[in-house]
């Protein structure tokens, strides 16, 4: 295993890491009690627990139509409510037909099945994700077991415009009011209000970076992805192990595509690199 491939290995392990510490870590704002705010849907299964009488005690599935039958009130429609809201109709309910002067109801969810989002690209496991009460984009990528070493280090949230869509939406296909960008790497390094909270039918996209080519007098030549904006040709250099013993940094060259010619330019070791750029490392006079 190469040098690069093992930094990115422990750069994707650490971040892997951070994923899972942050998931458990509120979003700035949000409330003690964000399940409360959960909006049920169908084939949500619920856990409804009564300390008036046990055996109403129970978990109940909402069925297609948004419904389910409770003990004593039978059916009645649930899909729609948050939480919170569903608590006061059955408190009410049973209040209302004489069962309870002032009945103690809670109800939380078992399982999340009604709310979905998709998370794609360059994760170690793309799929679709129910959303699990006040769902965030730390959470959803940790998930999806998080990015992988060959991510730009940019995620790309499409939050859905109208309804549910039936599969995921690429940011090309979304009005640029509903695409959000979030950098990891800010993210990574305790930008919390990056952490975006997620709704029903929304896309997580991981692009995945694009490569720049170290060749000549290095250590180990070949395509690295770049996965931050402002990279140096010192910076690209070490993902390549760094200018061999006979390298030389001075008369550094980089190939670029402008405008669809192929132009050779002399470069500075603090000198930004672009996509697709070939930095080309010569060897020293002797």
């Keep these: 295993m190469g040098s690069e491939t093992k930094r990115s290995s422990v750069r ?21 009690q ?3 705010d959960y909006v049920v849907g169908s084939q949500d299964v619920l856990t409804i627990t009564s300390y008036d ?23 009645f429609r649930a899909g729609g409510l948050t939480l919170r809201k569903l608590e006061e109709v059955i408190k009410g309910r049973l209040k209302d037909d004489g069962y309870f002067k002032n009945p103690q109801i809670t109800v939380s969810v078992e399982q999340y099945r009604s709310q979905k989002v998709f998370i794609i690209g360059e994760v170690r496991t793309p799929g679709t994700y129910p959303v ?50 979030v950098d990891l790497r800010e993210l990574q390094n305790g930008a919390l209000g990056n952490n975006t ?33 402002q990279t140096t040709v010192l910076q690209a250099l070490s993902l390549a192990g760094g200018v061999s013993e006979r390298g030389s940094t001075g008369r ?35």
Excluded at 142 to 168: C, D, F, Q, W, Y
Excluded at 258 to 269: D, H, Q, S
């Design 132 to 181: 699990s009460g006040n769902m965030n984009l730390v959470e959803a990528l940790a998930k999806a077991g998080s990015t992988l070493p060959t991510a730009n280090g940019e995620v790309v949230i499409v939050h859905s415009a109208s309804g549910r869509p039936t599969g995921p939406t690429l940011p090309a296909q979304a009005d640029a009011e509903h695409v959000v960008r």
């Design 252 to 286: 550094i060259k980089i190939v670029r595509i402008v405008n669809g010619e192929t132009k050779e330019l002399r470069a500075k070791l603090t000198d930004l690199v672009q996509p697709n750029d070939t930095i080309v490392v010569p060897e020293r006079f002797l």
């Design 12 to 32: 994707a392990a650490a971040f892997a890491a951070l994923l899972v510490a942050l998931a458990w870590q509120p979003i700035f704002g949000q409330t003690d």
């Design 34 to 36: 964000p399940e409360a």
């Design 53 to 75: 009488q046990a055996d109403l005690t129970g978990k109940f599935t909402v069925e297609t139509d948004g419904t389910f039958t409770f003990p004593l009130i039978g059916r």
């Design 197 to 229: 909270p997620l709704r029903d039918g929304d896309t997580i996209f991981v692009p995945r970076a694009e490569s720049i080519y170290v060749h000549g007098q290095v250590k180990n030549p070949g395509a690295y992805p770049l996965q931050q904006r």
